[in-house]
């Protein structure tokens, strides 16, 4: 057997792999893209929010990014993983009814508009930044123990992870 072929239960194990993350990844794109459209109704005459948006997603990830790796780096990979999986789910479905208030309930451009639109922003960056954490653990610790030192294996898994990834951008 060559590096490259693999048992009929490493098969299996890398077609769940890729599954989840396709499923993972399209969840969290369509999410990217949802915010954008939900942005750009509230407010069809500027893009300016959905600017906005964009520079306070990237900032959560610039700033929080490397505490977040710290973190993961400590507790273990599985309670990593269940807590930011967590986490991004259900920070995606609070900004989603936030999303939907804001859009059934149209608000004069007052503090109660700006509130929920900043917690919009917060919650939307912090669920990225909770995605971003996922990917840390999934591909790169959890695809490198189960290459198990097979460069091939590893070379080959991670090009189809990230191939999946830019599939699900596009």
């Known amino acids: 057997m060559t590096e490259i072929e693999t048992t009929g239960s490493e098969f299996h194990l890398r077609r769940w792999l890729y599954t989840s993350q396709f499923v993972a990844m399209w969840g969290q794109r369509a999410w990217q893209f949802s915010i954008v459209i939900?942005?750009?109704?509230?407010?069809?005459?500027?893009?300016?929010?959905?600017?906005?948006?964009?520079?306070?997603?990237?900032?959560?990830?610039?700033?929080f990014g490397p505490s977040l790796g710290m973190w993961i780096d400590?507790?273990?990979?599985?309670?990593?993983?269940?807590?930011?999986?967590?986490?991004?789910?259900?920070?995606?479905?609070?900004?989603?009814?936030?999303?939907l208030v804001l859009i059934v309930q149209p608000f004069d451009d007052g503090?109660?508009?700006?509130?929920?639109?900043?917690?919009?922003?917060?919650l939307s960056a912090s669920s990225s930044l909770a995605c971003r954490g996922s990917v840390i653990v999934v591909e790169k610790d959890w695809v490198v123990?189960?290459?198990?030192?097979?460069?091939?294996?590893?070379?080959?898994?991670?090009?189809v992870m990230k191939m999946i990834d830019l599939f699900c951008k596009f």
């Open 74 to 99: 400590k507790v273990s990979r599985l309670t990593a993983f269940r807590i930011v999986l967590a986490l991004q789910e259900t920070l995606v479905f609070i900004s989603s009814f936030i999303s």
């Open 111 to 122: 503090p109660l508009f700006y509130s929920l639109l900043t917690l919009l922003y917060i």
């Open 145 to 159: 123990v189960l290459a198990k030192k097979r460069t091939d294996w590893l070379a080959e898994t991670n090009r």
């Open 38 to 63: 939900f942005l750009t109704i509230l407010r069809p005459n500027t893009l300016f929010y959905v600017s906005l948006y964009g520079v306070i997603d990237n900032l959560f990830v610039l700033l």
